[in-house]
């Protein structure tokens, strides 16, 4: 188009002279796209200012206190960071006010020094009790302290029945999210054997209490039910060998368990929240470890008895306290 408009004007500039060679530029210019647009032009632009830069390997401020201080003086804001923990509103943290059973079952002579004490002590933690079972009733009508203890007992018998077959559905609902690690840790790649034979005495409510958590209304119902029974447990490693206990031998367990609700949740349910172990209460038998000695390394064809290989003693290493 523009080489036809150059042939039309040329007869005019003859005639005009050169004056309108300028004007025929321009008009070329404008009518030909490839002239009117100018050739793209890149310029490398910044748009954000780094005032702070990390600090490299051989750099001089390497601590966390020296780079925030460079930062600040840079003008750079370091926000700060809060450690945030997880909070289960289903259940408590622990036992609130927690049963001190009295060292000897309680059978003490009440004429002695340490007997007056024990009852004295048994007053007052039957005093809070008291109060307690009033404000669990306002939510729970149906409890009482004669029916619960076996209501209780049922669900301990449960919850360990499912804890040696693995059951970790059914589990969950019968303990609270405190107890459940406590149950099953180091329980892997072990297998438990436990039977529930007898109860040698009848349980018993022996404390209430009923805290209150992140606000005044949200109230937790724990109750503390002394279990005396004949149990037998058995754990074994993951290769078969017995490390704790025995399924043949019945023992005789004397157990403070302590039962939890949430009480202002109607969907709720009681669940076994712990166990309190007296100071008094004899050591628990060590574990049984299966380990490995080290030994000479065996041709495929060979036999250890063949080698009369012994075990070397360790040697005698100095230590301290």
């Known amino acids: 188009m523009a080489a036809s408009i150059s042939r039309v004007l040329a007869p005019v500039q003859r005639v005009l002279g050169h004056n309108l060679t300028g004007k025929t530029q321009c008009l070329e210019s404008l ?40 930062a600040k003086a840079a003008g ?5 960071q809060y450690m945030e923990r997880v909070i289960n509103i289903t259940c408590t943290a622990g036992i609130f006010d927690p049963y001190i059973p009295p060292e000897g ?40 302290t004669k029916g619960f203890p076996a209501r209780a007992q049922e669900i301990f018998i449960e919850a360990h029945a499912n804890l040696t077959s693995f059951n970790k559905e059914n589990l969950h609902s019968l ?8 149950m099953v840790r180091g329980n892997r790649y072990k ?13 018993r409510v022996v404390h209430v209490r009923c805290p209150d958590m992140v606000s005044k ?32 031998v019945p023992r005789d367990v004397l157990e403070y368990v302590v039962f939890e609700r ?27 470890k299966t380990i ?11 036999e250890f008895e063949e080698s009369n290989y012994e075990v070397p003693k360790p040697k005698a290493v100095q230590w301290h306290k």
């Open 105 to 144: 079952d309680a059978r003490l002579s009440t004429l002695s020094k340490e007997g007056l004490r024990q009852r004295t002590e048994q007053l007052k933690q039957s005093a809070g009790s008291q109060l307690a079972v009033r404000k669990i009733k306002d939510h729970d009508p149906d409890f009482n």
């Open 262 to 288: 949430h009480l202002v949740s109607p969907y709720s349910r009681w669940r076994m929240h712990g166990k309190i172990v007296p100071a008094w209460a004899p050591p628990k038998d060590p574990i049984i």
């Open 76 to 80: 750079v804001v370091v926000r700060q």
């Open 175 to 182: 303990v609270t999210e405190r107890c459940y690690p406590e």
């Open 217 to 248: 209304g949200n109230l937790y119902g724990q109750v503390t039910v002394r279990m005396h029974s004949k149990q037998t447990l058995a754990i074994y490693d993951r290769f078969g060998r017995l490390m704790y206990g025995s399924e043949a």
């Open 292 to 302: 490995m000695i080290p030994g000479p390394q065996l041709k495929p064809w060979e």
């Open 31 to 70: 009518l030909d796209p490839a002239r009117r647009c100018p050739p793209p032009t890149l310029v490398q632009t910044r748009t954000k200012k780094r005032h702070f830069i990390p600090p490299s390997v051989g750099a001089k401020h390497k601590t966390f206190s020296e780079q925030e201080s460079k």
């Open 191 to 203: 297998t438990l054997r436990w039977s529930f034979l007898e109860s040698l005495e009848p349980p």
